[in-house]
């Protein structure tokens, strides 16, 4: 049996502790490797290394640490495919999906080769005469990065490339469900030039995150996860004064208009609702239909939903492969069943879908529920899984309403053909992400992600020029030369002439 263990100081290093987890190829439902799980003391030697290698990398000069970027962007594109296989097998994911999300990580990795121009920092000269002022951000130290298992690549990728970037040195802890990914990251940036120790991966689960939160050498924090783990995160950094951005769930509406194109509209759903079994952060859970749309956008969905190709990633023909593991499947399939008994009507049930050849995959066809309403569980909570509920509202403002009352802000978008309706939407829904006629909104890399209210405790989004604000501390220096004007002492606040 495969067993994956840590990757410290440039080399895999078996880990102390003797807790392992079990690692499962979801298309098929077998165990495929085994991961160690970090003890405190695995967590804390990943950390010895990034601090040991700090002066050096943080030394280096932006252009220096481009080109290593350079080198680790081309490694990526060299092994795109066994990335992309890795996420597949880990996941679940469909092929063609699982390269757009390595795509995505390879983006933040192509904006933190610009890390020179990035890190120009601004100057004034004569802010006072002959005094010149000048701002520049300078690295925080050991950073850190707990991450999903959703997006296996692109989430570490939004963190470790800035971090590093801008003269950090990293430790990444990876879902324990899919860290293959990671260890691969790893080695190829070794490849590329890092030197060992910037970058170290350590497999665990809540006792390697509570060593993060504790050892005093980690500076800050990044998480991206559920939202009662993001909070934790999120409080217990904050007490242990390190600097934490902590991303967490998501509820995000679709708003289908009256006067939008319907077929658009549609296609959006299912690819924002579907694709990836609705294991995404910015899946649309919801579809708020809009007065008279309500009906033919739920026939049209549903004709949809009943004819989705589900299968293992790997198969071309899929639309829609597995979900992670067998406990998440069944937690997504008791929402279905609470939804039937909170009165929802369930227009398609995909619970009981076997795939021929794959009986002990982790499959489920697409689930449709219509006349949602508000108090329900299934609208409350995040599902994560391919179910979308339609919510009907009567028109623009109860649609609004609806997004601006739920406890998640992270995306959201508006299906219309009405300008003003689009823009009044853009300027007052509280959403971080929006998108109109544009159903998954995940801004590019060299913008920065970043939900609103339960979505991300914390004031900065990540990756974009935020990532470069997250990983930077501010340091302004006002100087003047002997030769400037001399002066007597001063005992009053100096003010510039
Ligand atoms: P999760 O919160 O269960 O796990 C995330 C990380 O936290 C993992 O590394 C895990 O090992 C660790 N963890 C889990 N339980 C812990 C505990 N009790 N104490 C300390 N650490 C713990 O999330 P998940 O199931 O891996 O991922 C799905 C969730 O992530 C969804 O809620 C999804 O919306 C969210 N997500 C959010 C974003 C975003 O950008 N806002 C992006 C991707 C995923």
Redesign the pocket.
Known sequence: MNSIEHFINGKIVKGLSKRTAKIFNPATGEVSSNVNLASSADLNKAVDAAKKALPNWSGKTPLFRARVLFKFKELIEKNYDELTKIIVSEHGKVYEDAKGSLTRGLEVVEFACGIPQLLKGEFTENVGTNVDSWSMRQPLGVCAG??????PAM?PM?MFPIAIACGNTFVL?????DPSCSMKLAELFLEAGLPPGVFNVVN???E???AIINNKDIAAVS????????K??YENCAKNEKRVQA????KNHCVVMPDCDLDQAVNGLMGAAYGSAG????AQSVAVAVGKIADPLVKSLSKKVESLKIGPGLDKKSEMGPL?TKE?LEKVKGYVDVGIKEGAKLVVDGRNLKLQGYENGFYMGGCLFDHVKKDMRIYKE?I?GPVLSVVRAKDYSEALSLVNDHEFG?GTSIFTRDGDTGRSFASNVKIGMVGINIPIPVPMAFHS???WKR??FGDQS?HGPEGVRFYTKLKTITSRWPSGIKSDPEFVMPTMK
């Open positions: 707990i991450t999903p298992f959703n997006f989430v939004w802890k990876p879902s324990e469900k665990g689960d809540k390697a995150v509570d998480f991206v996860g559920s939202t009662p783990i993001a934790y995160i991303l967490g769930g998501a294991e995404r952060c910015m992670v998440h995040e994560f992270n992600f970043g939900g979505s991300l990540i």
